[in-house]
């Protein structure tokens, strides 16, 4: 199993970057995805951005351009680096991989003030 454990967040002004961790620990070995949810109040979680194992990303394209996703395999941790963050990105952000199933971790607010 892979036991995921978040860092970063918190408030900042629009316009502001923030930046957000994700440490993998356990079996990570056969990680073939990760990448990043986010959950805004009672909205329904929805996918932020994603990188395989070969390094491909995907954004969506609310935040395409603004955000970048990054690894570093020596720190077996991944990386959301936010910029030109928006009131609507205010939501609890999570990180995930995928190996055989998903694994979540496990959440960090993120609060963007107009």
């Known amino acids: 199993q892979v036991q995921l454990v978040q860092s970063g967040g918190g408030l900042v002004q629009a316009g502001g970057s923030l930046n957000l961790s994700c440490a993998a620990s356990?079996?990570?070995?056969?990680?073939?995805?990760m990448g990043w949810y986010r959950q805004a109040g009672d909205k329904e979680r929805e996918p932020v951005a994603r990188?395989?194992?070969?390094?491909?990303?995907d954004y969506s394209e609310s935040v395409e351009g603004r955000f970048t996703i990054a690894k570093d395999s020596t720190k077996n941790t991944q990386y959301l680096l936010m910029t030109n963050l928006k009131p609507e990105d205010t939501a609890i952000y999570y990180c995930?991989?995928?190996?055989?199933?998903?694994?979540w971790g496990q959440g960090t607010q993120v609060i963007v003030s107009s």
């Open positions: 990188q395989t194992s070969r390094g491909m990303t």
């Open positions: 995930f991989v995928f190996t055989d199933i998903m694994t």
């Open positions: 356990g079996s990570i070995s056969n990680i073939q995805l």
